[in-house]
């Protein structure tokens, strides 16, 4: 049974936006921080955001800093991630991932380690 399932991905232009949604269908994961990281072809997986278990923290990569907004509606068990000023080096699939049930409410990790389920991702694409 899955338990995250991404959703909003598609192509834009360079300088557009998009939102991504990640719903997560076990109501328990709305105690974890949640994080999205992307993998471009060819390339690792990377860490682009998290936030905190209540969603007063957030972490960003410093390559989508000021461009990429991750926020949480705990009642909805709903993550999203707004991304603005769209480049083409964001053109990868976007997984979002929960922590642990009852994380550290303080915890912001970058590491894939650290968190333990993934959705299967969304393509998004972004046109020069």
């Known amino acids: 049974q899955e338990q995250l399932v991404e959703s909003g991905g598609g192509l834009v232009q360079a300088g557009g936006s998009l939102r991504l949604s990640c719903t997560a269908s076990d109501r328990t994961l709305s105690s974890a921080f949640m994080g999205w990281f992307r993998q471009a072809s060819g390339k690792e997986r990377e860490f682009v955001a998290v936030?905190?278990?209540?969603?007063?923290?957030?972490y960003y990569a410093d390559s989508v800093k000021g461009r990429f907004t991750v926020s949480r509606d705990i009642a909805k068990n709903m993550v999203y991630l707004q991304m603005n000023s769209l480049k083409p080096e964001d053109t990868a699939v976007y997984y979002c991932a929960a922590g642990p049930r009852y994380s550290n409410p303080s915890a912001l990790p970058a590491e894939e380690s650290r968190y333990d389920y993934w959705g299967q991702g969304t393509q998004v694409a972004v046109s020069s």
């Open positions: 936030i905190s278990r209540f969603g007063r923290s957030t």
